[in-house]
């Protein structure tokens, strides 16, 4: 069992606080847990090896050694290639090589068998058989076939008699890797206010933008240096609370998966002996400075690009500060604070005071009674309190958990916190870190099985909006696959990823650059990398997935 440090500190004091009695409650939650888990792995590969039980799905099913099969084996080819959606679905990028591999079919005939093919050569590389697997959305029988024991790289697709052909895929080691240092590049690719050379930006170089000063919406006679961070939208727009989000989601994945992020991305800052995430994050982290007022500890919620008409140039207006954007500064400074101190503490220091003033901002200004749910000032509360130690942050984060049912759908914000708290060295309420840890635990395993019982194999749904809530979920995920390390979670989380690569009905590729089939032809507002908010998800889920197996 993969029980990082971590996560280790506050379980092993509730075992040491709770004596037996603490200890034997956490130990039910986990072994309950297990044998469901055990439960459930065993109904998903039933379901795979033997398509529940179901008889072979012709008459005239030969026993054949899956392997390489010569070229006088290869079954007859001669139908036409569909022009249309392929009815094989793949992530089209391609897999791992020692990784699972499998694709899913569908279509009212479905052959017994399934070829790879070499794309190159046209040979036969590997025969398989389907199995029968979960209803589609529209009721439709769906087929698996698994190819796991091909590992041999090289460029290869599917093919079966009926069906016909999927787009091809690559096997191949590496490849995700690749896909997580593109998605980690987007953020540079983003930054305002310094010229983005073309050896690193390549055809996205440009020269510093936004570099003039930026008028107070309430006050146009006052201006505000406030160039640098990232771009949010193609307008330059950006906005504190958004930032702090992705700031947010993108410091755990560094926190819990470090090795999958290197020095060197390809960004100015490679080889500096710090991770290029830290080293990006960084770079939106001294924009977030500028917008605080140093004086109240107030924060503007935000900088809005405006374009003024022909010939006149874009204008820049500072949003008035809000509550709600000081929260989200105090929470990120300081978790980013915490996570840098071991670089440069000088910096790191810095940025734990400007939380700090935020923090005490809004105290002062806030809402004083605690009657709804309130993510952000929560969050900021386990940040400050695991960075610095402060008793008011605890008093409030005790406070929070006691008052404020969670109850409804988690989310992000609550999570960021939630995670914060359990694994803080800090003295903490271990009754408050067993309700968190059994929550994120009955939200993953609820994940789980809709995953599993679902066609695709991811929470059943269509659009964009859908795609955000699967990322989402798979930060879930990703975070108890961490602290319980469960094998099943670990292929929810790359079935995902194959899903969003282009095993999906519309057998669509949402990932830049990749793939035969690009949301690019479909619908250009579906691309991952291209939404600020999507994309820090992708690097969460991807960090796992990269940083999982090279542990
Ligand atoms: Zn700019």
Same mark, same amino acid.
């Given at each position: 069992m993969r029980m990082k440090a971590f996560l280790y500190l506050p379980v092993k004091k509730m075992y040491n606080n709770k004596g037996n009695d603490g200890k034997g409650t956490y130990k039910k939650i986990m072994t309950r847990h297990r044998i469901k888990n055990v439960a459930a792995a065993c109904l998903i590969l039933i379901l795979i090896l033997n398509g529940c039980g179901?008889?072979?799905? !012709?008459?005239?099913v030969q026993e054949e050694e899956p392997g390489i099969t010569s070229m006088e084996e290869?079954?007859?080819?001669?139908y036409e290639v569909p022009?249309?959606?392929?009815n094989i679905l793949v992530n089209q990028l391609g897999y791992i090589t020692n990784g699972t591999k499998m694709a899913v079919f569908r279509g009212g005939e479905v052959s017994a068998d399934f070829y790879v093919i070499k794309?190159? !050569?046209?040979? !036969?590389a590997f025969a398989g058989t389907l199995e029968k697997g979960n209803f589609g959305k529209t009721d439709d029988q769906l087929y698996y076939g698994d190819f796991?024991?091909?590992?041999?790289p090289g460029t290869y697709y599917l093919e079966t008699p009926f069906l016909g052909r999927s787009y091809t895929f690559q096997v191949a080691d590496d490849l995700y890797a690749q896909v997580l240092r593109e998605a980690c590049r987007q953020y540079y690719y983003n930054r305002c206010g310094m010229s983005l050379t073309s050896e690193f930006a390549g055809e996205r170089a440009h020269n510093a933008c936004h570099t003039g000063n930026a008028v107070l919406?309430? $006050?146009?006679s006052v201006s505000l240096n406030v160039s640098g961070g990232w771009h949010q939208d193609e307008m330059g727009s950006k906005d504190v609370v958004k930032a702090s989000e992705n700031i947010g989601v993108m410091l755990l994945a560094y926190e819990l998966y470090?090795?999958?992020?290197? $020095?060197?991305?390809?960004?100015?800052?490679?080889?500096?002996?710090?991770?290029d995430i830290l080293d990006e994050i960084r770079y939106e982290i001294e924009w977030l400075l500028k917008m605080q007022?140093?004086?109240?500890?107030a924060v503007y919620s935000g900088v809005t690009v405006y374009e003024q008409g022909t010939g006149k140039g874009p204008v820049s207006y500072v949003e008035p500060a809000d509550i709600e954007a000081a929260k989200a500064f105090a929470a990120v400074l300081a978790k980013f604070s915490y996570l840098y101190r071991n670089y440069e503490n000088s910096f790191a220091t810095d940025c734990l005071k400007a939380s700090d003033r935020a923090w005490k901002y809004v105290e002062l200004?806030?809402?004083?009674?605690?009657?709804?749910?309130d993510p952000w000032k929560f969050a900021a509360a386990t940040e400050l309190y695991r960075a610095s130690g402060l008793a008011a942050c605890h008093r409030f984060v005790t406070e929070y958990l006691s008052q404020i049912?969670?109850?409804?759908e988690l989310d992000e914000v609550t999570f960021l916190g939630y995670v914060t708290y359990i694994s !803080?060295?800090?003295?903490?309420?271990l009754d408050l870190c067993e309700r968190i840890t059994k929550e994120l635990m009955q939200t993953a395993e609820e994940i789980s099985e809709r995953a599993g019982s679902s066609g695709y194999l991811v929470e059943e749904g269509e659009g964009n909006e859908h795609n955000l809530k699967l990322l989402q979920n798979m930060m879930y995920l990703t975070m108890v696959d961490y602290m319980i390390a469960n094998h099943e979670y670990d292929i929810v989380i790359e079935n995902h990823f194959h899903y969003l690569m282009g095993r999906n009905e519309q057998a669509v590729?949402?990932?830049?650059?990749?793939?035969?089939?690009?949301?690019r032809q479909t619908d250009?507002?579906?691309?991952i990398m291209k939404q600020f908010g999507a994309d820090s998800k992708l690097i969460f889920m991807l960090s796992e997935i990269v940083g999982g197996h090279t542990k």
């Open positions: 179901a008889p072979p799905l !012709t008459e005239d290869e079954p007859d080819l001669a022009v249309s959606l392929p794309a190159d !050569t046209g040979e !036969t796991s024991a091909l590992i041999q919406r309430e $006050d146009i470090g090795g999958a992020f290197g $020095d060197n991305m390809g960004i100015p800052e490679s080889g500096n002996d710090i991770p007022d140093p004086a109240s500890g200004n806030g809402e004083k009674e605690l009657e709804e749910a049912d969670s109850g409804g !803080t060295k800090q003295r903490v309420n590729c949402y990932i830049d650059n990749e793939g035969q089939s690009s949301y250009e507002a579906m691309g």
